[in-house]
Nanobody, 127 residues
């Protein structure tokens, strides 16, 4: 069974940085897409960044490009999201997610409806 556990959220002032971690079990990074998604109160869940572990390709939402970096440590089954230059509009619950790579096109890499394994989320608050 696949299990994803996020950590590293918290409160930070605007312009600051946070590093989120996702510990994964029950999957192979070479066979999955993994990604970070977020949901703010009253808003739909949106894709932030994702990683094709088979081809080592990354995808970013325009709103975070140049500020956020997704990376992995395959040996430790960890996924990370380095968030710099944080803005109040980045405030949300951040989720780690995964899905089998087979059948997922690159134009859907940030579509949350394509992912079926989810962590519990970690709160990020920027003020």
């Amino acid at each position: 069974d696949v299990q994803l556990v996020e950590s590293g959220g918290g409160s930070v002032q605007a312009g600051g940085s946070l590093r989120l971690s996702c510990a994964a079990s029950g999957l192979s990074y070479s066979s999955y897409f993994m990604g970070w998604f977020r949901q703010a109160p009253g808003k739909e869940r949106e894709g932030v960044a994702s990683f094709d572990t088979g081809y080592s390709i990354t995808y970013y939402a325009d709103s975070v490009k140049g500020r956020f970096t997704i990376s992995q440590d395959n040996a430790k089954n960890m996924l990370y999201l380095q968030m710099n230059s944080l803005k109040p509009e980045d405030t949300a619950i951040y989720y780690c997610a995964a899905r089998l790579a087979y059948g997922l096109g690159s134009d859907r890499a940030l579509d949350y409806t394509e992912y079926n394994y989810w962590g519990q989320g970690t709160q990020v608050t920027v003020s």
